[in-house]
């Protein structure tokens, strides 16, 4: 028996389907805000504030080893279901909090560890959804592209303040934004360029302090078109370190739209 711990996005449906095909049993803990898992009847959907509840749910079904998918998002603290492991917890995810969203899921992680619940990594399942080194696209990054990427990687390697940050666009050798609390969509959006189309890159690397097992930055078909929208010629993802949704319709969506998609 696995514990799922899921939030929103595609991701966890993914996963759920490969479990399911594989006859692997499981339970859900549903984090989401909408609770998108409700259907199924091994769903549990809990506050993140119970964690009394969470533990416990684990522990009546045997489930040793959990594993993270999908965003769970800071909680507004004041309106938190509390259970009394709950009140005990919760100044950790506080402080975690401050921090940003992956430091709330690693304190998790830390007090399932404590109740020895192991977490697996959030690909153990579905390996296939990270890529190797290599260009995946039939355009390659051409030199001016390339000295766009490196600027791109240096900034993100140099990055002090910003622990949350995972992704950043640079055009013409210029940093044009980095991205900040509101995530991958705004910076795209904040990247637009009536002057520029096709030029430049975006560039999605794990965070400083990153755990491997949860929050891997996650590329899809979605974060392809707002990156053409934005007026940007390519995106780059760090070699198994990210998860990649919808490989084959993006590698189609880029290489009509003359893009190209590069792991490093």
């Known amino acids: 028996m696995i514990g799922l711990i899921f939030g929103d996005t595609d991701f966890p449906n993914i996963i759920l389907k490969t479990i399911k095909k594989k ?13 998108k898992f409700k259907n199924d009847k091994n769903s549990h959907y809990v506050s ?4 009394g509840k969470i533990i416990n749910i684990l522990k009546e079904n045997n489930c040793k080893k959990v594993l993270f998918a999908g965003k769970v998002s800071k909680p507004n ?11 005990y917890y919760i100044p950790r995810i506080l402080k975690a909090s401050k921090l940003g969203d992956a ?10 560890s404590q109740n020895k619940i192991k977490t697996e990594n959030s690909l153990k399942f579905n390996p296939e959804l990270t890529l190797k080194k290599g260009n995946y696209s039939k355009i390659k990054p051409n030199n001016k592209d390339q000295t766009d990427i490196k600027k ?53 690397f794990p965070k400083k302090k990153q755990d ?25 993802v760090k070699s198994k ?7 084959n319709r993006c590698i189609s969506f880029a290489n009509k739209n003359m893009m190209f998609i590069s792991v490093k």
């Open 23 to 35: 006859k692997i049993k499981y339970l859900i803990i549903d984090l989401s805000k909408s609770k």
């Open 48 to 51: 993140i504030g119970q964690f």
């Open 77 to 87: 603290f004041s309106k938190l279901k509390l259970d009394f492991k709950g009140i």
């Open 103 to 112: 430091a709330i899921l690693k304190e998790i992680i830390k007090i399932l």
């Open 152 to 204: 791109a990687i240096k900034t993100l390697n140099n990055l002090k303040q910003y622990d949350h940050s995972q992704a950043v666009v640079v055009r013409n050798k210029k940093v044009v934004f980095i991205e900040g609390k509101g995530g991958t969509k705004k910076l795209l959006e904040k990247s637009k360029s009536k002057n520029f189309r096709n030029h430049g890159v975006l560039v999605k």
């Open 212 to 236: 491997f097992r949860v929050d891997l930055p996650t590329i899809g078909l979605k974060t392809l078109k707002q990156s053409k929208t934005a007026g940007l010629k390519g995106i780059v």
């Open 241 to 247: 370190q990210h998860v990649f949704l919808d490989k």
